[in-house]
């Protein structure tokens, strides 16, 4: 493909230097080059699709109009940037891109110079490209800066944060708002057409930087005037318009809406819009999907679709009878369930409702489920104040993303002890999403907050009666945490009936070493105690140890009828856990030991104290040592 005569003009591209000798009139054929390259890569090496092809205009025109790296793009949130990955001289590695050792999924700046900033999580460019726009004034480096924002990233209170910020702190800052129809409306009408031609005109800009400059000469115009005056210009606008702009009203000047997806049109408003003073906001209309019809007709299946076909836009999807489902499934239907036979319950999701299969619930009762978008904090504090008078919510996170709802689950759910059950979906390594979308930490983090119970399945029967066990009266707020993927049972429909809180069960016994599990990894124990059982021989049964196994099922509180049976029969423990290894259950368990006056020796396997970046949930496992045969040979080399 590399080579392929179709991308004459894209294989000609190692930088943005490069991109910048074409003329204008080149850049519509290398924009649909770039669209076929980003199709037949996704197709045979899944990745985010959708996104990548609608911002496909506005990452040729940024570079093509900025002096990147040097220039600085901030993107939000980063599966939009393929293309701009492509660009910026990772066309040949771009077939590893979300492999092991290959590309990250996001643009990071420890991969290449023209990403500068982590951009996993929505909402953060604003605030990010601010603090880069103030450093360039203050060290004088006079470089120009820009934020894209888009994808539902403006629905973030982040954002809003940082606009708050930049309307208030001297800067030069240009947002470029990616609206694929995802946020704000299209404004209509001829009137405002002019108005937005006329803010972008050459000679527009021209005089009126002339008679700002001649007004400063003068002392007429000190920082608190020019704000009068832009106020002055946008209620005039509004009133011509009919309408006011958010942006407007925070003294930010406002373009657009422009389509986003003329490259020729781009070029001509970043040029006016480039030296403009002040922070600017340029407001895009794309078609997510851009060039690609089936993305274009179904963004929502199209934004990550896996494998398929290029040509036919057929998706290949591997059949899975008789298969395990998937916890997330698992989850959507016993809420549903649950919703059915309790009208207290309801669902709340931060934009992820097809990602939980919390979708299940919004077909059938609509009225009873929310999609807050990309709001977690917002989301926690939403289904407190439902609890608080007399629902019953059920809110579910992706594990990475509840880390941004820290202070809601403590200040607003936990203080209070209120009914909540937060189910954290996505939790542990999670694969190709990498370090930003792994759920490594939240056992670690939440363990500490009073009130909070905190339990984690390890096979489908078990959420199903977590899930039971939550809804019902005096349990207060309460945690569920599940991987992504498939679960290990097909028959996953069970009574649901209560597990008594923190409360676990021994499902091997043994008398050599204790392990002790919490969550699905428990069902990797059980392989690799059997393995080694089985590959047990007369003649070798006398060294291989004796292994008793317990599921924790709750991190908090503690089973302490399991840790003093334990405490009094093995001197040896080892504790395993899909999330980091440092703060959780191996951490709870030693702590609960000192506490206790005993002294055993304990091993604590779980997830490094370092970012895991991404690969295959096997490979990753293998890395960190969490895998069955990592957990076979550390049971191993226990003497019996």
Same mark, same amino acid.
């Given at each position: ?48 699709? =959708? ?19 040097? #220039?600085? @793009? ?70 120009? $800066? ?83 005056? /832009?106020?002055?210009?946008? =209620? ?12 407007? !009203? ?18 001509? @408003? ?8 002040? %922070? ?13 019809? &089936? ?14 076909? &290029? ?34 319950? $309801? ?16 077909? #059938? ?14 989301? $926690? ?25 820290? #202070? ?26 990498? =370090?930003?979308?792994? !759920? ?5 983090? /939440? ?41 290990? /049972? ?27 599990? @919490? ?25 291989? %140890? ?20 334990? =405490? ?11 999330? $980091? ?60």
């Amino acid at each position: 493909m590399l080579n392929d005569n179709r991308f004459d003009l894209l294989k000609t591209i190692q930088s943005p230097a490069d991109l910048r000798k074409l003329s204008l009139e080149q850049l519509p054929k290398l924009c649909q080059q770039l669209r076929e390259d980003i199709i037949e890569e996704v197709a045979v090496n899944p990745g985010h699709l =959708a996104s990548s092809l609608g911002a496909t205009e506005i990452t040729v025109a940024c570079h093509y109009v900025f002096n990147t790296p040097e #220039d600085r @793009i901030v993107w939000d949130v980063g599966h939009q940037a393929y293309g701009h990955k492509i660009l910026t001289g990772r066309r040949e590695n771009f077939c590893n891109n979300r492999k092991l050792g290959g590309l990250m999924p996001f643009p990071s700046p420890y991969e290449s110079e023209y990403d500068t900033f982590t951009c996993g999580h929505a909402s953060n460019s604003i605030s990010a490209a601010l603090g880069m726009a103030v450093a360039s004034k203050l060290t004088k480096q006079h470089r120009h $800066v820009v934020a894209i924002i888009g994808d539902g990233a403006m629905s973030g209170g982040l954002a809003y944060e940082g606009l708050n910020n930049v309307s208030s702190q001297p800067n030069d800052l240009l947002i470029i708002l990616n609206d694929n129809d995802m946020s704000i409306d299209r404004a209509v009408g001829g009137m405002e057409q002019y108005l937005l031609n006329l803010d972008t005109n050459e000679t527009y800009n021209r005089l009126r930087f002339k008679a700002s400059q001649w007004l400063h000469a003068k002392g007429l115009l000190n920082e608190d005037r020019r704000k009068g005056l /832009l106020r002055l210009n946008n =209620a005039l606008k509004s009133a011509l318009a009919h309408q006011q702009n958010i942006f407007e !009203g925070m003294n930010i000047r406002y373009f657009g809406p422009f389509d986003g997806n003329d490259v020729g049109e781009l070029v001509r @408003i970043l040029r006016q819009l480039k030296d403009m003073k002040g %922070p600017k906001l340029l407001h895009l209309h794309t078609k997510k999907g851009k060039g690609y019809e &089936p993305a274009e007709k179904s963004a929502v299946v199209w934004h990550a679709p896996g494998k398929f076909d &290029p040509k036919t836009g057929k998706r290949i999807i591997h059949e899975s009878h008789n298969e395990p489902p998937k916890f997330q499934d698992v989850f959507g239907n016993t809420l549903l369930e649950l919703a059915r036979k309790n009208p207290r319950i $309801v669902g709340v999701t931060p934009a992820m409702p097809t990602g939980c299969s919390m979708n299940i619930m919004m077909k #059938d009762m609509p009225e009873r489920t929310f999609d807050v978008g990309i709001a977690e904090a917002h989301a $926690v504090t939403f289904s407190a104040g439902m609890a608080k008078d007399g629902l019953q919510p059920f809110c579910n996170i992706y594990s990475a993303f509840s880390q941004r709802a820290y #202070d809601s689950i403590i200040h607003d759910m936990a203080i209070l002890n209120l009914p909540v059950v937060l189910c954290l979906d996505r939790a542990g390594l999670v694969g190709e999403d990498g =370090a930003t979308h792994h !759920g490594a930490f939240d056992m670690a983090f /939440l363990r500490p907050i009073p009130n909070l119970t905190i339990s984690s399945p390890m096979d489908e029967h078990e959420l199903r009666r977590l899930m039971y066990t939550a809804q019902l009266p005096g349990k207060g707020s309460f945690v569920i945490r599940y991987p992504r993927g498939k679960g290990v /049972l097909t028959d996953w429909e069970c009574p649901l009936t209560e597990i008594k809180v923190g409360t676990g069960r021994r499902l091997h016994d043994g008398w050599d070493v204790a392990v002790l599990s @919490i969550g699905p990894i428990g069902n990797d124990v059980e392989k690799a105690i059997n393995i080694i059982e089985s590959a047990n021989s007369p003649s070798t049964q006398e060294h291989c %140890p004796s292994i008793a196994h317990y599921d924790m099922r709750f991190l908090k509180p503690l089973d302490e009828t399991i840790l003093q049976e334990v =405490a009094e029969r093995f001197s040896r423990i080892i504790t395993i856990e899909d999330g $980091v290894r440092d703060g959780g259950l191996g951490t709870a368990v030693t702590e609960w030991m000192s506490d206790h006056g005993y002294t055993p020796h304990i091993t604590r396997m779980g997830m490094p104290d370092h970012f895991v970046e991404q690969g295959t949930v096997d490979q990753l496992r293998a890395l960190c040592g969490i895998d069955i045969d990592g957990i076979k040979k550390q049971l191993t080399s226990v003497e019996s």
